[in-house]
């Protein structure tokens, strides 16, 4: 592939998604990061993108796609209700890792009266937060992606594998029988490391998001815990996630119970996850 056809590779990928690291578009050109970077550099000095630390964003995006306040009008009265029906499942004082999504922001506000603690890399949600005397709230490092309102990059990802939680959640660009799917490598890569971090993982899903695919795989249905969605969704689809052992919330549809009255089985205690071995005895919990 010539130099020319990276760089118009680049530019097409970075005007789907706005903002790509070094590393995916790597991947997508199948060629050396160091490639990559000179490939970024020479397209900025031209001005149609700008370097970040560790990728490059679109200098002037001609849609509001992605922009957090746009984004927080669509299905507005499903993300208000799932985001109430998701907030019911989180126990009092629990340690909380809250994505950057716009119906995750929307259970941000339905949670300050269980007094959580708040481990996050949305802005929007720091920023509900940041006159309240009730709770604590960690916010990663990272590149600010100004049109979401998110922290991005390494230092964000990073954070996120130094902590661990009782719950993490997340929403998602769409979800199918072969998993759950999202806009650009940068979310993909911090979510995982949240999934990662957490005893369980709720996602909030409205049923626009059924059956639809995005553009990078997160992650497969099997490390889901529950799914809360709203009353438009599919009933067969539905009916799958519970045959794959997924808890399976309905806004507006049940009585809800907080997940640690679930059975004890329903997964590890975290004070047993930190007394074991997996992370190692000297790994920092709730501090970044």
Not at 148 to 172: M, T
Not at 193 to 222: E, H, P, T, W, Y
Request: aromatic share 4%; proline share 4%.
């Amino acid at each position: 592939m010539t130099t020319d056809e990276r760089q118009r590779r680049i530019e097409e990928h970075l005007q789907k998604v706005e903002f790509a690291s070094l590393d995916e578009l790597s991947e997508l050109l199948d060629t050396s990061v160091s490639t990559v970077r000179r490939d970024v550099t020479l397209l900025a000095s031209k001005g149609t993108i700008r370097r970040t630390h560790g990728g490059a964003r679109l200098a002037d995006p001609k849609s509001d796609e992605f922009a957090f306040s746009s984004r927080d009008t669509h299905q507005l009265e499903q993300k208000e209700a799932i985001a109430e029906a998701c907030a019911r499942l989180v126990a009092a004082n629990q340690t909380i890792i809250i994505d950057a999504g716009t119906t995750c922001y929307h259970v941000a506000r339905h949670l300050e009266a269980k007094t959580p603690q708040v481990i996050t890399n949305s802005l929007p949600v720091a920023n509900l937060y940041s006159t309240s005397n009730r709770l604590e709230v960690v916010v990663t490092g990272g590149v600010i992606y100004p049109r979401l309102g998110v922290l991005v990059g390494p230092l964000a990802v990073e954070a996120f594998a130094k902590v661990r939680a009782d719950v993490a959640i997340l929403s998602c660009g769409g979800i199918t029988a072969e998993g759950i799917t999202n806009s650009h490598g940068l979310l993909i890569e911090i979510q995982r490391a949240m999934i990662n971090a957490a005893r369980r993982v709720i996602f909030c899903i409205d049923s626009s998001k059924i059956g639809r695919q995005s553009i990078s795989q997160l992650c497969d249905l099997d490390v889901i815990d529950v799914v809360v969605t709203d009353q438009q969704a599919p009933p067969e689809f539905l009916a799958m996630l519970a045959q794959r052992n997924i808890r399976v919330v309905l806004a507006g549809a049940e009585v809800i119970e907080p997940l640690n009255e679930l059975p004890a089985d329903a997964s590890v205690p975290l004070e047993a996850i930190h007394e074991s071995s997996r992370w190692g005895d000297d790994m920092p919990v709730h501090v970044l």
